[in-house]
């Protein structure tokens, strides 16, 4: 069993803050506020399923690792359906947006028996240990905007690397077969990228774009082909983004160790508890033991020490 702690926490997003809540990095802003819809669907697929899988368990060190996943994950998805609800409440449009993200999770859980949803989930969360420690790691580039909202993400990010091994070892105690997840990983993956795909034409429409700052695109796989081709020698003399790119600053060396270890999250023979916690996951948990305000810890309006 994995050391993993249950926070109650709470984060002022309401309707006061902005939709672009992070003008320093409009696509990083739009990204978070997709993670957010994503977050409400298919954290709440992730409880079904894992409630579903206790049933089966008779073995209690499993049964507690299941158990302190779904606290931790059961706060993450209330907290970011307060922020949707938020971004609903300004921009109504966005209410059918998000039930088609639900009603999607909702209609996979269905239709699949319970060792794909645990497959699923266990890849998706593998992902995380690196996409998290790089949005940490950059979370001056992209988190430098709104305290509720940055804090929020930061805190989530923590957390999952906390959990970072919870979902495979379910898995691996239920189902057990690392060859049957990569079986499924081509159908989850497409699945998860539909959801972004809808979740941008859906923004679009419910949110004006001088709103968004950018357009939403630049925050599913469009990302990747502009970053590549303004990196690429040659090649970027050649091209000019129309915007601002959502990682413009951050060196290459970091995007090409990101991409590595999201490709090496789904070896047969990786184990996501194998991956090191950056140093600010440590400067985050020892503020929160030492009693600081952690839904106001980092971005603009945060208290004035830098926060590592």
């Known amino acids: 069993m994995t050391a993993v702690t249950f926070r109650r926490m709470r984060f002022d997003v309401d309707s006061d803050v902005p939709f672009q809540w992070n003008p320093a990095n409009p ?24 409630k579903d899988a206790l049933r089966t368990m008779t073995d209690e060190d499993l049964r507690a690792e299941a158990e ?52 699923y989930i266990a890849s998706l969360e593998a992902t995380f240990p690196p996409l998290f420690t790089f949005m940490i790691e950059n979370r001056d580039r992209l988190y430098n905007g709104d305290t509720r909202v940055a804090s929020l993400f930061l805190w989530h990010y923590v957390e999952e690397i906390e959990h970072r091994s919870s979902a495979q070892i379910v898995f691996d105690g239920v189902v057990a077969s690392r060859w ?62 129309p915007y601002r790119t959502t990682f413009e600053g951050i060196p290459s060396r970091q995007l090409l160790r990101l991409v590595a270890g999201l490709v090496r999250s789904q070896s047969p023979t990786h184990h996501p508890g194998d991956v090191v916690a950056p140093d600010w996951f440590h400067t985050w948990m020892d503020s929160y033991a030492a009693g600081e305000d952690m839904a106001h810890f980092y971005g603009v309006g945060s208290a004035p020490a830098a926060r590592g």
């Open 27 to 50: 696509g990083s802003g739009l990204m978070a506020n997709m993670i957010s819809f994503i977050a409400v669907g298919f954290e709440r697929y992730l409880v079904l399923a894992v």
């Open 68 to 119: 302190v996943f779904l606290a931790q994950e059961s706060q993450h998805s209330a907290a970011h359906r307060r922020h949707v609800n938020g971004l609903i409440a300004q921009y109504p449009g966005l209410g059918p947006v998000l039930d088609r993200v639900v009603s999607g999770y909702e209609e996979l859980f269905a239709a699949q028996p319970l060792k794909f949803h645990l497959a």
């Open 180 to 241: 049957y997840q990569m079986r499924m990983l081509p159908r989850s993956m497409s699945h998860i990228l539909a959801v972004s795909r809808e979740l941008a034409d859906g923004f679009r429409e419910a949110v004006p774009e001088e709103d968004m700052g950018v357009d939403p695109r630049v925050a599913t796989g469009e990302i990747w082909r502009t970053e590549t081709l303004t990196r690429l020698p040659v090649v970027n003399r050649f091209f000019t983004a």
